[in-house]
C-alpha cells in the first residue's frame, strides 16, 4: 500500500470522526466526492492482478556462443484415448475419467513438465477424436476406437506438438472419422502428419520437417518413395527431417531384417531421425551413419487394456545441433517409463519411472533385443550433459 494511500485512508477516518460534531455547528459546506474517487482508484490500482508476461515466441532463433542452433525434441510412443467400440463392456477409458474427477488431464500430468520443457514433442495418435459411426470395412477388427473430439485438449494440456496419423487405427471410424481427427487437432493447435500432408514446424529458427507413412507391404515401395519426400522438404528449406514409420509386428521386442534395411535407408537418404511405432513393446536404438533410429517406443497411453501383460515405455529424447546447415546429434536421453501411475493396473496415466531398478529394468530390455543388430547403442543417458 502506498504512503499516499494511507494519507487518504486516515484522513478518511478523521471525517467520519468528526463528521457529527460540524453538521451539529451547522456547517452545511458541501464535501467534495473527488478525494473517494481517488481512494477508490488507489485502491484498485492496489488490488490489480499483474499484467501476464505475454507468451514465449518458440520460433525465434536462439544462438549458442558458437553460432549454433541447439533444439531439443521429444519422442513417445503410440497414445490411445476413449472406447473400445467393439466392446460390450463399459469403456474402461471413461471409466478412469470418472474416477479421476473428470479431469481430462490427467492421462498426460506426469509427463506434461518434461513435454512442457522441449521445443518439439511428437507422439503416435492410434484412434479417432470424432462422433462417427464404425468404418463398416472394419468391422471384424476386436478393437475399433473412438473419443470425443473434445478430448483433443488433453493432448495440448500435455504439451503435443505434432501427432502422427499413419496408423491401423486411423480409419476405425471411416474417412468422416478421420476428417473430425484433423479438425479436433486443428482447434487445438496440434500438427498432424499424414503421408499425403507432411508437417513443417519452425522452433528457434530453425525449420523441422516430419513425414509418416504405415509400411505394412510396402518396404520395397518406400525405399524409393521416401528419399524423394525427404529432398522435397529440402528443396522447402527444412533443417531438420522426422521420419515415422508404422511397421512390424506387434507385442514385438524387436526389429525384422525389413525394418533395418528400411531404416538404413532412410537414414542414407538424409532423415536426420527415424521413430518407429506400432509393436506395442519397446525395441532396441540404433546410431547409424551418424543418425538415430528408434524402432519402437512401445505403448505410452493404453486405453484398450486395463491389465496388459507389458506397460513398459520410454521417451526418447535427443539436443540436434545446426551449424551453417549442417546437423548434428548433440545428446540423447532415456526416460524409462510405465504406461500407468499404477502398478496393480493401468490407469492410463503415463508416468517415468523413479526407482532404479525398474529404470534398469527397461534399459536391459533395449540392450538385450539389440545384441543383434550391428548398430545398437547399448549405453542409454538419462540425464543431459551437465544436469544432476
Not at 532463433?61 to 497414445?79: K, L, N, P, Q, R
Not at 513438465?113 to 514433442?121: E, H, K, N, R, S
Not at 528449406?237 to 511397421?247: A, K, M, R, T
Not at 536421453?333 to 493396473?345: E, G, H
Amino acid at each position: 500500500m502506498t504512503r499516499r494511500l494511507l494519507s487518504w485512508l486516515l484522513l478518511l477516518c478523521l471525517c467520519l470522526a468528526f463528521g457529527a460534531a460540524a453538521f451539529a455547528e451547522g456547517d452545511d459546506e458541501e464535501v467534495s466526492i473527488d478525494i473517494f474517487k481517488e481512494i477508490e482508484e488507489e485502491i484498485a490500482l492496489a488490488n490489480a492482478e499483474p499484467t501476464p508476461e505475454p507468451p514465449r515466441d518458440v520460433t525465434k532463433a536462439v544462438y549458442e556462443a558458437d553460432g549454433s542452433i541447439v533444439i531439443t525434441m521429444s519422442f513417445a510412443g503410440d497414445v490411445i484415448i476413449g472406447t473400445n467400440t467393439q466392446s460390450d463392456q463399459d469403456s474402461l477409458f471413461e471409466k478412469e475419467l470418472e474416477k479421476q474427477g473428470n479431469d481430462r488431464t490427467f492421462p498426460f500430468r506426469n509427463v506434461k513438465d518434461i513435454f512442457g520443457a522441449d521445443d518439439l514433442t511428437m507422439i503416435n495418435f492410434e484412434g479417432t477424436l470424432t462422433t462417427a459411426d464404425q468404418n463398416t470395412d472394419k468391422l471384424d477388427s476386436a478393437f475399433l476406437f473412438r473419443a470425443n473430439p473434445s478430448y483433443s485438449s488433453m493432448l495440448s494440456y500435455g504439451g503435443v506438438d505434432i501427432a502422427t496419423l499413419e496408423n491401423n487405427h486411423v480409419l476405425d471410424m471411416g474417412e468422416i472419422g478421420l476428417a473430425d481427427t484433423k479438425a479436433a487437432l486443428d482447434k487445438e493447435a496440434i500438427t498432424y502428419v499424414t503421408e499425403d500432408q507432411c508437417a513443417i514446424l519452425v522452433r528457434r529458427g530453425l525449420k523441422i520437417g516430419s513425414l509418416a507413412y504405415q509400411a505394412y507391404g510396402r518396404y520395397d515401395e518406400l525405399m524409393l518413395k521416401v528419399p524423394a519426400d525427404i529432398e522435397a522438404l529440402r528443396i522447402l528449406g527444412c533443417d531438420i527431417v522426422l521420419v515415422s514409420y508404422h511397421w512390424g509386428r506387434e507385442n514385438v521386442y524387436s526389429p525384422d531384417e525389413e525394418q533395418v534395411t528400411l531404416a538404413h535407408g532412410t537414414v542414407d537418404a538424409g532423415a536426420d531421425l527415424v521413430i518407429g511405432n506400432h509393436a506395442g513393446r519397446i525395441n532396441p536404438i540404433e546410431y547409424y551413419n551418424d543418425r538415430y533410429i528408434c524402432y519402437s517406443l512401445g505403448n505410452f497411453i493404453y486405453a484398450g487394456d486395463n491389465k496388459p501383460s507389458d506397460m513398459s515405455a520410454f521417451i526418447f529424447q535427443i539436443k540436434m545441433r545446426v551449424r551453417e546447415g549442417a546437423v548434428s546429434c548433440d545428446q540423447i536421453k532415456i526416460i524409462p517409463c510405465r504406461i500407468s501411475s499404477r502398478r496393480d493396473y493401468n490407469d492410463f496415466a503415463a508416468t517415468p519411472y523413479s526407482k532404479d531398478e525398474n529404470i534398469e529394468a527397461i534399459l536391459r530390455t533395449i540392450r538385450q533385443n539389440g545384441k543383434d543388430l550391428p548398430y545398437a547403442i547399448t549405453e542409454f543417458p538419462l540425464t543431459w550433459i551437465g544436469e544432476e
